[in-house]
């Protein structure tokens, strides 16, 4: 299955803000995992986006190998007056390759809108980063039939005009999925999943045909397979499932033949 695909796909572990110094251990257990081969690092990109305060130990701790790091959000601006923020610069220089943005618990708890999201996108690909930028429709928005009418809308005002598929990754989350057991169906997933290629490719042009699109959203061992093998899925943005070593592995299992 996995050597069919045209795109390498990517399971981003978010930590949110869980973990202190002692979760480092989880990471190291990932790192043995990719390094033994079991999970065939070479058929799957993984990333493990763990709060700020543990990106460069957990950096250092991944030289060498093929464990990427990612952070979970950024200011726009490179440097200045901006008590408590990091940036894109910052994340880059500790160690990240890539940052989430826009995902619905910033959204949310921030406030942020689509346009703060594009300008965060931005300034992840002035520093260097991949931009996972995340997207998804609450519970009430699906109810009334709005998933597509949504997903489209925050494409069009998150994604900057210069997104590649080598800058960029978006990440489907439905918001009612996030943390509840919850998933859509596979067919729920695909329409979304081709309802965004086809959105970008008018957005983007021909690079969106090769821009990694993940699922995210209550994504486990035990639903990672059926999820993974959707058209357009191309890996997944894992929350609660990611914080221990085991359950992060029970999911890139999906990809081993
Ligand atoms: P859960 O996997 O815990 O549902 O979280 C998904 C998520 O928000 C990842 O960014």
Redesign the pocket.
């Known amino acids: 299955m996995t050597s069919a695909r045209k795109i390498k796909p990517l399971v ?3 930590w ?1 803000m869980n973990g202190v110094k002692a979760a480092l251990g989880e990471a190291h257990k990932v790192r043995e995992a990719l390094a033994g081969g079991s999970t065939r690092p070479s058929a799957v990109d993984v990333m493990l ?1 763990p709060p700020a305060t543990l990106i460069s130990p957990l950096a250092q701790g991944a030289a060498g190998g093929s464990l990427l790091i990612g952070g979970q959000d950024c200011h726009v601006k490179a440097s200045g007056a901006h008590t408590g923020d990091i940036s894109a610069e910052m994340l880059a220089d500790a160690g990240a390759s890539a940052v ?1 943005v826009g ?3 910033r959204r949310m708890d921030h406030g942020e809108m689509d346009r703060d999201v594009r300008a965060k996108a931005e300034a992840a690909h002035r520093a260097g980063l991949t931009a996972i930028i ?1 997207v998804g429709e609450t519970a009430g928005e699906r109810a009334i039939g709005l998933t597509l009418t949504v997903i489209g809308r925050q494409l069009a005002g998150s994604v900057p005009k210069g997104a590649t598929a080598a800058n960029t990754v978006i ?1 489907y ?1 439905p918001v009612w ?5 919850l998933t859509p169906t596979a067919a729920d997933v695909a329409e979304v999943h081709q309802f965004m290629r086809q959105t970008l490719g008018k957005q983007l042009g021909e690079t969106a045909g090769t821009m990694r699109l993940l699922y ?5 061992a035990s639903n990672a397979k059926e999820l993974m093998a959707v058209a357009n899925v191309d890996g ?7 914080l221990k070593a085991d359950d992060f592995c029970g999911i890139l299992a999906a990809y081993v033949d």
């Open positions: 981003a572990g978010n949110k986006c989430i995902h619905s618990e995340c990440a989350e999925a996030i943390g509840t057991g995210g959203g209550s994504v486990k997944a943005l894992v929350g609660g499932a990611s």
